[in-house]
Antibody
Framework: EVQLLESGGGLVQPGGSLRVSCAAS????????MHWVRQVPGKGLEWVSG????????YYADSVKGRFIISRDNSKNTMYLQMNSLRAEDTALYYCARRGFFEYWGQGTLVTVSS | DIQMTQSPSSLSASVGDRVSITCRANQDITNYLAWFQQKPGHAPKSLIY???TLQSGVPSKFSGSGSGTEFTLTISSLQPEDFATYYCQQYYSYPFTFGPGTKVDL
C-alpha cells in the first residue's frame, strides 16, 4: 500500500527557515517523481515544487523560487522541502504527492509563519 | 503559465442527480488533465488522470472527458459521499496549475 507521511511543520517567525519531510513507503521510491503542493486552509491548491526520481531536475513555482529547495534521499525513501526566508503568505498545509498527476497524497503538515 | 478555470464555482444538487463540472485551460494541454475530490479536513483524492482514465478504486459513476482546452467531470448519480469540492489540474507544463475548485453541496 502506497503511503506518504509528511512531518516537520510548525510555527516559524517571518524570515526564518524550516524543513519539512515526506516519508514514502509501499513503492519503489526512486522510480517516481514527487511533488509538494500547498493549501491555505479554506482556500485552493497551489503546486510548489517537483523533483524527478533521480533528484535532478527540480522545478519550482515562481512564488518560492530562490527561497525553497526540494531534495530527496532515495536510500531513505524520503523527500524534503527546505524553506528559507519564510513569509506570512507561505502559511499553509503542505502536502507531498506522487507523480505529476498527484495520484497519491499524504495527510499534510501545517506550516505557520507568524511573529 | 497555464491558467485553469472551472465552472460553476459552486452548485447545489440532490442525491441521484447527474452533475457536470467544466474545466478550461487557456492553452492546449492535450490530455494532461487530472481531477481531484476534497472533503473538509482531508487531503485531496485523485479521481481521474489523462483527462479520462479512472484512478484505481474510484467508482465508475465518475467520468472525465475532453481534450485540448475544455474538459468535463461528470458524476452520474450523486450520492451523499460525493458532496465535496472538486479541482482540475494541468500537468502539461511547469508550473503545474489547478483550477479554483467547484463546491458541490446539497
Amino acid at each position: 500500500e502506497v503511503q506518504l507521511l509528511e512531518s516537520g511543520g510548525g510555527l516559524v517567525q517571518p524570515g526564518g527557515s524550516l524543513r519539512v519531510s515526506c516519508a514514502a513507503s509501499g513503492f519503489t521510491f526512486s522510480n517516481y517523481g514527487m511533488h509538494w503542493v500547498r493549501q491555505v486552509p479554506g482556500k485552493g491548491l497551489e503546486w510548489v515544487s517537483g523533483i524527478s526520481g533521480s533528484g535532478d531536475p527540480t522545478y519550482y513555482a515562481d512564488s518560492v523560487k530562490g527561497r525553497f529547495i526540494i531534495s530527496r534521499d532515495n536510500s531513505k525513501n524520503t523527500m524534503y522541502l527546505q524553506m528559507n526566508s519564510l513569509r506570512a503568505e507561505d502559511t499553509a498545509l503542505y502536502y507531498c504527492a506522487r507523480r505529476g498527476f498527484f495520484e497519491y497524497w499524504g495527510q499534510g503538515t501545517l506550516v505557520t509563519v507568524s511573529s | 503559465d497555464i491558467q485553469m478555470t472551472q465552472s460553476p464555482s459552486s452548485l447545489s444538487a440532490s442525491v441521484g442527480d447527474r452533475v457536470s463540472i467544466t474545466c478550461r485551460a487557456n492553452q492546449d494541454i492535450t490530455n494532461y488533465l487530472a481531477w481531484f475530490q476534497q472533503k473538509p479536513g482531508h487531503a485531496p483524492k485523485s479521481l481521474i488522470y489523462h483527462a479520462s482514465t479512472l484512478q484505481s478504486g474510484v467508482p465508475s459513476k465518475f467520468s472525465g472527458s475532453g481534450s485540448g482546452t475544455e474538459f468535463t467531470l461528470t458524476i452520474s448519480s450523486l450520492q451523499p459521499e460525493d458532496f465535496a469540492t472538486y479541482y482540475c489540474q494541468q500537468y502539461y507544463s511547469y508550473p503545474f496549475t489547478f483550477g479554483p475548485g467547484t463546491k458541490v453541496d446539497l
